[in-house]
């Protein structure tokens, strides 16, 4: 009985009809302090709609990068906010998180394209909240920033899942 209940429930996420769910959620939590593997995912079915659309363009895979985009950017924006309830940081000691304040001072909010990068992407959202960036400004470059990200791992999908099939 319980593994019937698993079964289904891990179905949810797994199925053809709950790709964008199973995106939504792993874009999401990849973007906060809690793992969530946002690239496989996103490369799995991206990979899947290139066999069946035959095309780099579909409104499918469209619809996925918005989703993967947008999921990512709200998970983002969710560590930015917790980063404004935490006074700044006086003298951070660990080396990334001293990169990330320097160059978020540096920049302001235009250092968010880079919130992608692993090891210092939470930081730099939750930095941005210490510093209090124009939410706006936070907002639009998250989500330029995970648009292009999303869109450089759909353009090197692409001619694996090509190569495999020729």
Same mark, same amino acid.
């Given at each position: $009985? !319980?593994?019937?209940?698993?079964?289904?429930?891990?179905?949810? /996420?797994?199925?053809? #009809?709950?790709?964008?769910?199973? $995106? /939504? %959620?792993? &874009? +999401? @939590?990849?973007?906060? *302090?809690?793992? &969530?593997?946002? #690239?496989? =995912?996103?490369?799995? @079915?991206?990979?899947?709609? !290139?066999? *069946?659309?035959?095309? *780099?363009?579909?409104?499918? *895979? %469209?619809?996925? =990068?918005? %989703?993967?985009? +947008?999921?990512?950017?709200? &998970?983002? /924006?969710?560590?930015?906010? $917790?980063?404004?309830?935490?006074?700044?940081p006086i003298d951070p000691k660990n080396r990334y998180a001293k990169w990330a304040l320097a160059k978020s001072e540096k920049y302001g909010a235009v250092i968010l394209l880079l919130s992608w990068l692993p090891l210092v992407g939470d930081l730099l959202c939750g930095i941005a909240g210490w510093l209090k960036f124009p939410v706006k400004q936070t907002l639009f470059y998250l989500i330029v920033g995970k648009f292009l990200r999303y869109l450089l791992l759909l353009f090197s999908v692409y001619p694996f899942v090509k190569y495999v099939v020729e």
């Open positions: $009985m !319980i593994t019937d209940y698993l079964l289904s429930f891990f179905s949810l /996420f797994f199925s053809a #009809e709950n790709q964008l769910v199973t $995106m /939504f %959620v792993s &874009g +999401f @939590l990849s973007s906060t *302090l809690l793992p &969530g593997n946002s #690239e496989v =995912i996103f490369s799995t @079915l991206a990979g899947q709609q !290139i066999l *069946l659309d035959k095309a *780099l363009w579909s409104p499918s *895979l %469209v619809m996925l =990068i918005l %989703v993967a985009t +947008f999921s990512n950017a709200l &998970g983002s /924006f969710v560590t930015y906010l $917790m980063g404004k309830l935490v006074p700044k």
